[in-house]
């Protein structure tokens, strides 16, 4: 690892949560690697998740952070969809160019089940369903990718979804370990690989992955990301290219929710201003509450005409 690459490990060895992105063994691969312990106890908070609940979607959006890291321009948003016949029903979790994401789940309390290896049991509390990525670079159309549930696990799902969707192939690890304290480590592990990546390349791999500890195993003997990757690849075939902190952050604010008042169409906002009471909107992402009263709601049909 070069001097810049250690300077740049010291600056996050005390850093709560953060991404780590790499290439690696002749840039045949892309590596990424992430601690989000205290990104997924705030959706906890917010969401006052169930241990299942929660396991599933601290997995979830580690892998959005790490597929966020493509996102280069501020407003490009990455969203993941879970859509299962389990008793989670549906994730929802967006990603933010600037490495915040924010999620919600349909049923937040469900009974907690555990497989036989004593891990939280995410597949069955999903059932069987979709995993749909939407990459919305404001073009003119977002790119949307959708693959059946191949565990309902979340890490193996978004491994299918690469090699399936994008046609790369991927290597996956996500982990959400709790106590009855709750979440005490978080965070995931991905590694792509590029077209000329040769057959040695993949076999070396898969070795590699054979012998590689869990990654809250890892997290909670002290790893960091670079030293999780590190791990998997061998510190002398990589090059890190970015550092960078992450976080639970949602964007809402008043002007967002009067675009929503404003999406609900001229003749049912109007019939929502004949309320003296006015209309209270939720975000769902961080539970923050607008109210609008009776002569504001007629202030933005006002300001709208053009609103049909």
């Known amino acids: 690892m070069n001097q810049q690459n250690n300077t740049q490990q010291r600056q996050f060895d005390s850093c709560s949560d953060h991404i780590v992105r790499a290439t690696a063994c002749g840039n045949a691969m892309r590596a990424f690697a992430c ?68 999620g919600t789940v349909r049923q937040p309390h469900v009974e907690t089940r555990y497989l036989k290896s004593g891990k939280l049991d995410v597949g069955s509390a999903l059932g069987k ?25 979340i890490a193996e799902d978004i491994a299918a979804y690469l090699s399936i969707s994008e046609q790369i192939p991927s290597i996956v690890s996500l ?41 809250t195993a890892m997290i909670e003997d002290g790893a960091t990301p670079a030293a999780m990757r590190a791990r998997l690849l061998g510190e002398e075939n990589m090059t890190i290219h970015e550092q960078v902190p992450c976080s639970y952050a949602c964007p809402c604010n008043r002007e967002r929710m009067v675009k929503n008042l404003l999406a609900m169409g001229r003749k049912e906002l109007g019939e929502l201003a004949q309320d003296p009471h006015g209309i209270s909107l939720e975000c769902h992402f961080c539970d923050r509450h607008y109210h609008f009263s009776q002569t504001e709601i007629r202030q933005v049909l006002g300001d709208n005409p053009h609103v049909e």
């Open 35 to 102: 601690r989000t312990s205290d990104t997924c106890r705030e959706a906890v908070r917010l969401h006052d998740l169930s241990p299942v609940a929660a396991a599933a979607i601290g997995r979830l959006m580690s892998g959005v952070l790490m597929l966020g890291c493509d996102l280069d321009q501020p407003g490009d948003t990455i969203t993941a969809l879970v859509q299962g016949d389990g008793p989670l029903q549906n994730i929802t979790v967006v990603g933010e160019e600037n490495a915040t994401v924010r």
């Open 175 to 215: 982990g959400v370990k709790m106590d009855r304290g709750g979440i005490t480590h978080a965070g995931g592990l991905m590694v792509q690989l590029l077209p000329n990546a040769g057959e040695d390349i993949v076999s070396w791999l898969e070795e590699r992955v054979c012998h590689l500890p869990d990654v």
């Open 129 to 153: 369903g979709t995993l749909t990525i939407i990459k919305d670079m404001r073009l003119k159309e977002p790119y949307i990718g959708r693959v059946a549930l191949v565990s309902g696990e």
